[in-house]
């Protein structure tokens, strides 16, 4: 009879915990199956021309933004209808920020593609494809200050500069964002040092940290 209690008792002790862990699973599963549905067939044709003219666009703006030959000067850029005043060295920034764009702008079509290709394009990626260009526009900006900082004096001008090799450097960065975000880490730990892991910190982050 005492052993029959004990078991009565355990189970009765162990059947919260396992209600709380599926309470617990439930709503992780909530917050997980946000915007799981596959995108309809509007949304993928929607998408699809969104995708390309934004990258002809992208490839627009840098043929428009290229800088000059060293014997011309232009002092202005002529996009569509709009004449913009701008400064060689603008010039060369503007070239990367579109270039790192069109990196990952070709990234994300690609993986578009393939998503939509095997029928496995969930509406969730959708807003990861909007906002993929603009991070590697970012981390392409990151980098050409980082190398024009590091590799090059700072009295050098913008005529001094391969336009080419930092275009295709930022095109790089664009299309492979995560190698290019794992590169700047190691160069912030070199130069700042290893981050102090503290009890407040995730798992996940502190394991990506090492």
């Not at 209600?19 to 044709?45: F, L, Y």
């Not at 275009?167 to 995560?178: D, E, I």
């Not at 730990?189 to 892991?197: I, R, T, Y």
Request: hydrophobic content about 45%.
């Amino acid at each position: 009879m005492a052993k029959e209690k004990n078991e009565t008792t355990n189970q009765a002790e162990n059947q919260p915990s396992k209600q709380t862990e599926q309470s617990e699973t439930a709503a992780e599963q909530k917050r997980c199956d946000v915007w799981a549905e596959c995108v309809s067939p509007g949304g993928i044709i929607f998408m699809s021309i969104y995708l390309v003219v934004s990258s002809i666009l992208l490839v627009y703006a840098i043929f428009q933004f290229w800088p000059p030959p060293e014997d011309e000067v232009a002092k202005q850029v002529e996009f569509f209808y709009w004449k913009i005043p701008i400064s060689a060295d603008l010039r060369l920034l503007a070239v990367v920020v579109f270039t790192g764009a069109l990196g990952g702008q070709i990234h994300t079509l690609r993986s578009f593609a393939w998503y939509v290709g095997n029928r496995r394009l969930m509406t969730s990626w959708l807003i990861q494809y909007i906002l993929t260009p603009f991070v590697a526009a970012s981390l392409a900006l990151v980098f050409y200050f980082v190398m024009r900082a590091g590799f090059f004096p700072a009295n050098s001008t913008t005529q001094n500069m391969n336009v080419y090799g930092f275009a295709g450097l930022a095109g790089l960065v664009g299309l492979f964002s995560t190698m290019a975000v794992n590169k700047l880490k190691r160069m912030a730990k070199e130069l700042l040092g290893p981050l102090e892991k503290g009890e407040d910190r995730l798992k996940e982050d502190a394991e990506s940290e090492n």
